[in-house]
């Protein structure tokens, strides 16, 4: 059974600081992992998503670092601003099967960034 | 294109009555999920289909609960003689056949008083 640890719990930052949440997984037979962003009352929206052979990966000011040693990820935000305040969720799929699994989530990062 | 879509948004129910919770997936997307989502809480995988196979339904909290997909697209969550512990968002998602990302709907509240 996957198991997702999702750190921290809630957080806050300055505008143009750069926050940074972690999730640590353990066993799984695909890597593929997301980050969903969430505003209240919305669905969970995919953010980014790092796939297997690479440790990094940008889109925007969004980063996603990966240890595959360590079975652990991270989402940087770069330059952020208030808009990014939202609740953000990692994910990683099952430890037996594919990537197209049904995923187990963390129990999400609610973020706030102060003007 | 359309994204998914979810009916009812809102569903209120007495103890003890069946639901039924529908969900569309984008055109041509061949994987559809269920999750729950209690408040404050991340979603929690229920069951997936390929096409109209159910592939994994270890998440079904118990055997009220039950999803089919008879066509390989629309696809209906019904749980029968529902408790108040089922109230919650069920959320549906889905996937393409070649990519990973899952995309989710925006919902339906199910309330049992």
């Known amino acids: 059974q996957q198991q997702v640890k999702q750190s921290p719990q809630s957080l806050i930052v300055q505008k143009g600081g750069i926050p940074i949440i972690n999730c640590a997984y353990e066993n799984t037979a695909f890597d593929y992992f997301p980050w969903y962003q969430q505003f209240p009352g919305k669905g969970p929206a995919l953010l980014i998503a790092i796939r297997p052979d690479v440790s990094e990966k940008k889109e925007g000011r969004f980063t996603i670092s990966f240890n595959k040693s360590a079975k652990q990820f991270s989402l940087h935000i770069m330059d952020s601003q208030p808009g990014d305040s939202a609740t953000y969720f990692c994910a990683a799929p099952p430890d037996s099967g594919g990537g197209a699994d049904g995923l187990t989530f963390g129990k999400g990062t609610h973020l706030i960034i102060q003007p | 294109g359309a994204g998914v879509s979810q009916s009812p948004r809102y569903k209120v129910t007495k103890r003890g009555q069946d639901v039924a919770l529908r969900c569309d997936p984008i055109s041509g997307h061949v994987s559809l999920y269920w999750y729950r989502q209690a408040l404050g809480q991340g979603p929690e995988f229920l069951t997936y289909?390929?096409?109209?196979?159910?592939?994994?339904k270890s998440g079904l909290p118990n055997d009220r609960f039950s999803a089919e997909r008879p066509e390989g697209s629309i696809s209906t969550l019904t749980i029968q003689r529902t408790e108040q512990r089922d109230s919650a968002m069920y959320r549906c998602a889905s996937s393409s056949e070649q990519e990973y990302e899952q995309y989710f709907g925006p919902g339906t509240r199910l309330t049992v008083t």
């Open positions: 289909f390929n096409y109209e196979a159910q592939q994994d």
